[in-house]
């Protein structure tokens, strides 16, 4: 038993020797090959046709030799950082067992001990993954650093290579994206606040957040003088000098790019995107993207577009101005999407089996206490589904939320996309878009996207492949679409939101060409939206301040025409393309509103609705002979409680004609044992008075 124990022992020695050996031999390999004086490899961007686009970072980064960069921010870094640097091999153990005694009296990790060696092997050749395997080969290639290189050229690396943040690599693209100079222009207070940016610069860039960057360089100075690289009056004079920040760019791309980066560096690590030289393909389209530059005006919001087979995005911009905010509303900002959700909630009754000629009921409801209002107190009685849809009508949107039940509302919702529900969103106002969270208008353009594809969800994305300077492949996109929607739902959703954009509440979104959309507007005019597409463009526009103050306009009046003007440009190249419609689909077919029977010439209050085969009305409306109807509609609540509205029907399938207040002859008794000939209104107009009066034998109805 001992003779095996020794075995083992001494086998698990010489494996580790060969382990330590391997790193050993690695490592060397590693720092012989690096070469100071290269600029880093940033990422590159290309667009979906593989043309340069952007870099990930501010631009093509410069090296900065030693004699450029200012001492007080080599110093200031130093004195922040590590202010052994010049004393220890690479590693330093007094840092490390001054942070471990730290560690064990707050009971948790409260300060690292990495030396500025061990940060810039890090970023040179590691990941950002936290093991002992890690830690061992950082240890290792920071103490061979320093046998290769001088103190002073291992500074320089790593100011060259340090991520300063806001996309800026290196301290030359520091200065020049902070304060627009060159390193050898940096000011005293300048270099400390960018020593001090290094520890966290997502924390204390002055552009986001100019407290914590000011509280940040105070600290700087106040080592460098505890140091002695600064006399106390030195010191209080640079905090007091006034920065000079730079001014951001203002192009809407950076947004783009932005997120792009961000996304990289969730996936991959910060140091492999700013040293690995990656070729990235994205997925934007530079006409798609420059047709969104300036649309929102003075208007603060986001764009968003996204190709509706894929998923790609096509473009973004997430604010009125890059210079005057770099928070990126399209991806960030979680806001009610008022009506813009009732699409899920009448999806959801197709599915169930309603069609789109179907009547809800928009008479003045109380549900429980909570009474609905329509805009400007207007309510039509019963119409069809597709009308209540193309007017926006919040009494019998909630009306048939409760015919159908929330969560039937909230199951399509998820279905399709919207990822920010919770158990709080569990009631009828869910139609109205009164969410807890909200949505944000990257999330609620991939939810549309179903209704434009054809009954597919898709996940949005903006890589399509990241390879490195070596070939090897970190990341290639394969979208893979999922089917949510049957075709024939998704074709009658889009026709009834083609009505939207044709004569409902999103008219002033049309771009020209075949489109389908929804307007949404919260309560106060907080926020303003619309999502729309086309059949190869996909877009959403969301208009809110960041304070939530009044935006002064709804969806239809803010953001609809914004929408309009930027499809328009972004598709000014290509010719219009119809929507197609799927076989069990039977399009154009003319209705009453009220009724949701066919309308004649005389009908005042006629759409054209796409139903499926086998529910196409043969019956036609009483107003097809010029019957009086939807008289004195839309009216108000109180016309509705004083009773002096009277609707044409009564909500749920089209009725077949034969309790209709008529001013035409009644027909005559029915056997009850037979099947009832058509009712007088059932032949077309102009087969004449005659046969209205005298109905000829039954024929087979095709459906209602």
């Given amino acids: 038993m001992i003779a095996w124990l020794r075995r083992m022992a001494i086998g698990a020695l010489l494996l580790l020797a060969l382990v330590g050996v391997l790193l050993v031999v690695r490592s060397y390999r590693l720092v012989a090959e690096l070469k100071p004086g290269a600029p880093p490899p940033t990422a590159v961007l290309l667009d979906r046709e593989g043309r340069f686009y952007a870099y990930a970072g501010r631009g093509a980064t410069r090296y900065a030799s030693l004699a450029e960069i200012p001492a007080t921010l080599r110093n200031g870094l130093v004195a922040a950082e590590d202010k052994r640097f010049y004393q220890h091999p690479g590693i330093d153990p007094l840092a490390i067992l001054r942070a471990l005694w730290i560690d064990l009296r707050a009971g948790r990790v409260v300060q690292g001990a990495s030396t500025l060696t061990q940060q810039l092997a890090k970023r040179l050749f590691l990941t950002p993954q936290r093991t002992v395997w890690r830690k061992a080969q950082e240890v290792v290639l920071a103490l061979m650093l320093e046998q290769r290189f001088s103190k002073e050229t291992i500074l320089e690396l790593y100011l060259n290579r340090v991520d300063f943040g806001e996309g800026a690599a290196g301290v030359d693209a520091a200065a020049r994206t902070y304060f627009g100079v060159a390193p050898s222009e940096l000011t005293v207070g300048q270099s400390a606040l960018l020593a001090g940016v290094v520890r966290g610069p997502a924390l204390y860039s002055p ?109 973004m911009v997430g604010g009125r101005s890059y210079r005057e905010s770099q928070w990126n509303r399209a991806v960030l900002a979680l806001r009610q999407p008022g009506s813009a959700f009732k699409p899920f909630v009448y999806a959801a009754a197709l599915e169930q089996g309603w069609q789109p000629n179907w009547l809800v009921d928009d008479r003045p409801h109380v549900f429980g206490g909570y009474r609905p209002a329509n805009y400007k107190d207007e309510y039509w009685g019963a119409v069809t589904l597709k009308h209540a849809l193309v007017e926006s009508l919040n009494n019998g949107s909630v009306w048939l939320l409760d015919q159908l039940g929330v969560d039937a509302g909230m199951e399509m919702a998820r279905r399709l996309g919207i990822t920010h529900l919770e158990p709080a969103d569990r009631h009828l106002g869910l139609v109205l878009g009164a969410l807890a969270q909200g949505v944000s208008p990257l999330e609620l353009a991939a939810a549309y996207a179903p209704f434009a594809n054809g009954g597919y969800r898709v996940e949005p994305f903006g890589i399509l492949r990241a390879e490195d300077a070596r070939g090897r492949v970190w990341i290639e996109t394969e979208p893979d679409p999922r089917r949510v929607l049957s075709p024939q739902v998704a074709s009658l959703m889009t026709d009834m939101m083609e009505g939207v954009v044709r004569e409902g509440t999103g008219t002033a979104a049309q771009p020209g060409r075949p489109a389908a959309g929804k307007t949404g507007t919260t309560d106060h005019l907080i926020n303003a939206w619309f999502a729309g597409y086309t059949p190869d463009l996909l877009a959403v526009v969301y208009v809110g301040n960041d304070d939530r103050t009044p935006v002064g306009g709804g969806g239809g009046t803010l953001a609809a025409p914004i929408w309009g003007r930027f499809v328009s440009r972004a598709l000014a190249n290509r010719p219009p393309v119809p929507f197609t419609v799927p076989d069990g689909v039977v399009a154009d077919v003319p209705l009453d509103i009220f009724t949701g029977l066919r309308a004649g010439d005389l009908c005042s209050r006629r759409e054209a609705h796409s139903l499926l085969q086998g529910w196409v009305p043969r019956r036609y409306a009483p107003c097809s002979w010029g019957a009086a109807q939807g008289t004195g509609l839309p009216a108000s609540r109180a016309a509705f409680e004083a009773g002096e509205v009277t609707v044409a029907s009564e909500p749920g399938p089209p009725d077949s004609g034969w309790r209709f207040p008529l001013l035409l002859p009644s027909p005559l008794p029915l056997d009850e044992e037979r099947r009832p000939s058509p009712a007088p209104f059932d032949l077309a107009p102009e087969d004449g008075f005659l046969r209205r009066l005298f109905p000829l034998p039954a024929r087979e109805p095709d459906g209602v």
């Fill in 207 to 315: 552009f986001r957040h100019p407290e914590a960057a000011r509280e940040r360089q105070d600290y700087v100075l106040e080592r460098m003088v505890e140091d002695g690289y600064l006399s106390a009056p030195e010191a209080s004079a640079a905090r007091e000098a006034p920065l000079k920040l730079a001014s951001l760019p203002t192009g809407g791309e950076r947004y783009f790019v932005d997120w792009v980066r961000a996304e990289l560096v969730r996936r991959l690590g910060t140091n492999l995107v700013q040293q690995g030289g990656l070729t990235v393909r994205t997925t934007v389209d530079p006409q798609v993207q420059q047709a969104m530059e300036g649309v929102l005006g003075s208007s603060q919001g986001a764009v968003v577009a996204l190709d509706p087979r894929t998923g790609a995005v096509l473009g």
